[in-house]
């Protein structure tokens, strides 16, 4: 089973699951790619989860220009959450890549964006997070993401299907 259609049953096993806690799903595909979810609320149509990881076997020791040519994939290819995102920062020692939303949403005095990580160290990861800064306040917090069932699914089906081979 491909790892849409083990999310795809993950959700409905999930459906009416709310907690502070994170409940962490991980699954993996026969091409070892893995894909591991923080949620902290279920329902029948749409979901809440602290941080998304996909794990990429076959991104591990790639060069830098691999992971700059998947974040500008993921930049062109995922426009539907809150904010478009694109490749902010370019890690070449630590062969990371720091993508965030262009521009951050400021509507409600807040600042909020989301935060993805492209890195080719140990085991290939693409990491999604979503944060909020409040002005005079000593940091960044973690926010969850909301989504609804078929949202999450496509943006899984768009990661895999970006990712270089």
Excluded at 39 to 67: M, N, Y
Aim: charged content about 25%.
């Amino acid at each position: 089973m491909d790892l849409v259609s083990q999310l795809q049953h993950e959700l409905r096993q999930l459906a009416g699951f709310v907690s502070t806690t994170p409940k962490r799903i991980d699954i993996t595909a026969t091409d070892g790619v893995r894909l591991t979810v923080e949620f902290v609320a279920v329902d029948t149509l749409s979901c809440a989860f602290r941080e998304l990881w996909l794990h990429v076997p076959q991104l591990v020791g790639k060069e830098l220009a691999i992971l700059k040519q998947w974040a500008d994939a993921l930049s062109k290819r995922v426009t539907y959450l809150l904010e478009n995102i694109g490749p902010l920062e370019v890690d070449k020692l630590g062969d990371k890549i720091l993508i965030r939303s262009t521009p951050p949403d400021r509507s409600t005095g807040a600042t909020k964006f989301y935060e993805v990580l492209l890195s080719a160290k140990s085991d290939g990861t693409f990491s999604l997070k979503r944060f909020t800064f409040e002005p005079g306040s000593s940091g960044r917090q973690l926010a969850d993401i909301q989504l609804t069932h078929e949202v999450l699914l496509k943006l899984i089906r768009d990661l895999l299907e970006t990712v270089p081979s």
